[in-house]
């Protein structure tokens, strides 16, 4: 169990990580960036400042919670003794940051047992998008906030009047097969955006922005602070069928749209999503 006090701690501490992360990456696109690297496909980057945006997160925890167990994006796993991992995305919407276009964002949380959005405890969370001058944060049963204002998901439960957020992974037979799911999605909701972060996917839904988000491929570090500003919000995050969010998918919203929503997912993905 964690007390208030610590709970309170761990929210300051994943947001002073992410906005000290959040001015680096700012000052380092101020430059010039390039790809450093790639991964499941040629259009699946890495760039110096995802690394060196890490690498100052990870020091940090080290001086500050040496027994704390970090997941990162870029990085090995650091196996600690207290229980408590750090999930951290240095930049979520890579592409974006690489292309100068604002949807990007450093992600930072907190959870209690494995991190793995099947079972996971998140404590705390924060999403800062320096080129939007956005600031999201929870703590669990402590709220989600947005620049310090309280935020609350939207209250649509029809999908056809909803603006429900998406994306797409980066191989092809996986965008082919999620292509295929939003054509049947596309005419039975009011509009689709691809923002290109999960994580300010997920905080724009719980602040009513998107009525709605649903992606497959997603990793624990794209999501994790996200989905603890969708709960700390009112809204529920879930997987498809009464399953749990996982990399197999992401559903996001107020329970009745989310509800909706994955069941039209679901029906649409019947013929298969590429696999993961
Ligand atoms: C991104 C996700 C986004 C997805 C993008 C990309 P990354 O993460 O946050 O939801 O649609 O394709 O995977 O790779 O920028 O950290």
Redesign the pocket.
Known sequence: MTDTAELSHLGSLALSLAQEGGELAARLRAGTVEVAATKSSLV?VVTAADREVELLIRSRLAELRPEDSILG?EGADVVGTSGLTWVI?P?????NYLYRLPS?SVSVAVCRGRPDPREWDLLAGAVVAPALGRTWHATKGGGAFRDGERIQVGAATELELALIGT????RAAQRAAQAAVVAEILPKVRDIR?L????I?MCLTAEGSLDGYY?Q??NP??MAAGELVVREAGGVVTGLGGQPASINMVVAGNETLAAELGRVVALSSQSGLGGV
């Open positions: 699946d994006e995305d930049i979520d919407g890579t592409v990007w994306g797409f992974g980066y691809r290109g972060s999960c994580a996917d992606e491929g997603i570090w794209d």
